[in-house]
């Protein structure tokens, strides 16, 4: 069982920064898919981007050139740097997590964070 645990969601203005953390309980967190999803009020959970055990990184295209994922293996953290918000990047945030995966599909990862609250403001 994996414990996955994220940290630095808030409130930001229309193009501020954040950074979001997501910290596995895992000893052989290097070895794992680490994705980050989020869900907006009344929408479907989506997928926002992906870095493989060998740091081949995805990244959804409402979010390409503004994200930047990365992974720290020394501290089991995958990292989600979010510059240029917009008021549409406003959602709970997810980390997941797995051996293997569809990096796009929510599904074909087992472990889940509570999520971490981001709100982008006009």
């Known amino acids: 069982q994996v414990t996955l645990v994220e940290y630095g969601g808030g409130l930001v203005q229309t193009g501020g920064s954040l950074r979001l953390s997501c910290t596995a309980s895992?000893?052989?967190?290097?070895?794992?898919?680490m994705g980050w999803f989020r869900q907006a009020p009344g929408k479907e959970r989506e997928f926002v981007a992906a870095v493989s055990w060998n740091e081949d990184i995805w990244y959804a295209d409402a979010v390409k050139g503004r994200f930047t994922i990365s992974r720290d293996n020394a501290e089991n953290t995958v990292y989600l740097q979010m510059t240029r918000l917009k008021p549409e990047d406003t959602a709970v945030y997810y980390c997941?997590?797995?051996?293997?995966?569809?990096?796009?599909?929510?599904?074909?990862?087992?472990?889940w964070g509570r999520g971490t609250q981001v709100t982008v403001s006009s």
């Open positions: 895992e000893r052989t967190f290097s070895h794992y898919y």
């Open positions: 997941a997590a797995d051996l293997a995966a569809t990096y796009y599909n929510g599904a074909s990862y087992r472990y």
